[in-house]
């Protein structure tokens, strides 16, 4: 069983200011690792993705994350917020091999930025 | 096609009425998956297509949805009898394979927003 915890519905950062998106993941077995963003009317898109690599990825956009096993986390970072990165995003988890089609979302973080 | 094309991208329906969603996968990927996204919710599995064949369909909520990929490419969601709580946006992806030992890397298309009345 997966499942994912965005723990924040809602961030709003100003421009130029960090962004931190935060993500738990629960998995009972060693999971692949997503960030999705969605913008209004626009198809989900592929931010960065962990496999089994470096825990620290890096992402369009001037996006990472770090996978931090111990704290069963993948919080989504940028160093600094630009008016284009106000969207939707979503942290995902899947498993790797036969089942890796069955991703799991979580319920979103709508990121907003203020000029 | 350079991208996942979905149509239409916004249908209004009557309760009880039957819809017809379609999605025209990148050309060459072999796996294709449904997905929907309730409001204010993420995209939650449907089905997924190895080829033709519905590899899982363990997503469906019930036997009033239906997905065919007749050919291995355009693949048709199918919902009869419509209920208000089938409102949601409709999400088809493709990946190149169904499964890859390393991540899975689907793309999406920009969805079919369903509304029922």
């Known amino acids: 069983a997966q499942s994912v915890t965005q723990l924040d519905s809602h961030v709003s950062v100003s421009e130029g200011t960090p962004v931190l998106l935060r993500c738990n993941y629960s998995s009972s077995y060693s999971p692949s690792l997503f960030w999705y963003v969605q913008h209004p009317n626009k198809g989900l898109q592929l931010l960065l993705k962990?496999?089994?690599?470096?825990?620290l990825v890096k992402g369009i956009n001037g996006f990472e994350a770090e996978f931090k096993k111990s704290e069963t986390s993948f919080h989504l970072t940028k160093p600094s917020a630009h008016m284009s990165d106000a969207a939707e995003y979503f942290c995902?988890?899947?498993?790797?091999?036969?089942?890796?089609?069955?991703?799991?979302f979580g319920k979103g973080t709508k990121l907003s930025v203020i000029p | 096609g350079a991208g996942v094309s979905q149509t239409p991208s916004n249908k209004v329906t009557e309760k009880g009425k039957y819809v017809e969603l379609r999605c025209d996968p990148i050309?060459?990927?072999?796996?294709l998956y449904w997905y929907r996204q309730s409001l204010g919710q993420g995209p939650e599995f449907l089905i997924y297509?190895?080829?033709?064949?519905?590899?899982?369909d363990s997503g469906l909520p019930n036997d009033r949805f239906f997905a065919v990929r007749p050919e291995g490419s355009v693949s048709t969601l199918k919902i009869q009898r419509t209920e208000r709580g089938d409102s949601a946006v409709y999400l088809c992806?493709?990946?190149?394979?169904?499964?890859?030992?390393?991540?899975?890397?689907?793309?999406f298309g920009a969805g079919s927003r369903l509304t029922v009345l």
């Open positions: 995902v988890v899947s498993p790797r091999g036969a089942g890796s089609y069955q991703l799991t």
């Open positions: 297509f190895q080829g033709t064949g519905a590899a899982d």
């Open positions: 992806a493709s990946s190149p394979t169904g499964a890859d030992s390393g991540a899975n890397v689907l793309t």
């Open positions: 050309s060459g990927h072999t796996a």
């Open positions: 962990y496999t089994s690599a470096a825990t």
